[in-house]
Nanobody
Framework: QVQLVESGGGLVQPGGSLRLSCAAS????????MGWYRQAPGKQRELVGG???????YYADSVKGRFTISRDNAKNTVYLQMNSLKLDDTAVYYC?????????WGQGTQVTVSS
């Protein structure tokens, strides 16, 4: 069983930046395509973007050019660098495989963009 722990969220002003981390409990994580997801209040969880085992990345149109996903397999960690944050980016952010596995959902980390 893999456990995923997200961290790095917080309160930031519009236009600001945050870097989220997702630490996996097992080294086998490195074979998975990993995704970052978010869920805003009253909305369904959505895929923000992902990174394949060989570090190819893809993004939702809403974050393309502003968010960057990377991974460090030696540390069993995936990162989400978020720049030029907007009010609409406010959500709880989660990592999971892509496609997501129900058993892997963690607590997420709250990102609040507010002036």
């Amino acid at each position: 069983q893999v456990q995923l722990v997200e961290s790095g969220g917080g309160l930031v002003q519009p236009g600001g930046s945050l870097r989220l981390s997702c630490a996996a409990s097992r080294s086998m994580f490195r074979i998975y395509t990993m995704g970052w997801y978010r869920q805003a209040p009253g909305k369904q969880r959505e895929l923000v973007g992902g990174i394949t085992a060989d570090s190819r990345t893809y993004y939702a149109d809403s974050v393309k050019g502003r968010f960057t996903i990377s991974r460090d397999n030696a540390k069993n960690t995936v990162y989400l660098q978020m720049n030029s944050l907007k009010l609409d980016d406010t959500a709880v952010y989660y990592c999971n495989t892509d496609p997501a596995k129900d058993a892997f959902w963690g607590q997420g980390t709250q990102v609040t963009v507010s002036s």
